[in-house]
């Protein structure tokens, strides 16, 4: 029997599952048993642990968003009016609510927030710009229109 791993600590085999998994997050477990050279059942049984531990968050499509009419990606810094927790906290509920939001990170440095705003075109993110300096607190908003997409990863790297 295959020593099983403790959360959060992950071992080849498991390594070679979350590589095939974020390659393919359709794989059967048929295929993926004979791509990490295991049985269908210790293929299935790791599978369930690491979604039991975490390290499997969930199983999501890929979208290509240029061709669902959102080509463009701008990057937002936001700055508050304070930094206080309640003032965090509510920028945070407001910026949940906006679909077009992929991405909000709380920052160190000049900025509080950066965003990853997806849009149409200029008029779809003034629309956007316009909901967010509406949101109470938000002090400065800062944008910068992506020219070119070089490099776009979804795949993390293991080991």
């Not at 945070?92 to 950066?114: H, N």
Request: charged share 25%; glycine share 6%.
């Amino acid at each position: 029997m295959s020593k099983i791993p403790r959360k959060n600590q992950i071992d080849a085999i498991d390594q070679r599952i979350l590589s095939a998994l974020q390659k393919d997050g359709r794989l059967t477990y048929v295929q993926l048993a004979e791509q990490v050279k295991l049985s269908e059942s210790a293929c299935l049984r790791r599978v369930r642990l690491l979604e039991q531990n975490g390290i499997i968050d969930k199983y999501v499509m890929l979208i290509n968003q240029a061709a669902i009419g959102k080509p463009g990606n701008v990057f937002v810094r936001v700055t508050l009016e304070g930094q206080q927790q309640e003032k965090l906290q509510h920028f945070e509920t407001e910026i949940g609510q906006v679909k077009e939001v992929m991405e909000c990170y709380l920052m160190s440095g000049d900025s509080d927030f950066l965003l990853r705003v997806i849009v149409s075109d200029n008029d779809d993110y003034m629309r956007i710009h316009n909901r967010l300096t509406g949101i109470p607190g938000v002090l400065r908003v800062q944008s910068s229109f992506a020219l070119k997409t070089i490099l776009k990863k979804t795949e993390l790297p293991l080991g």
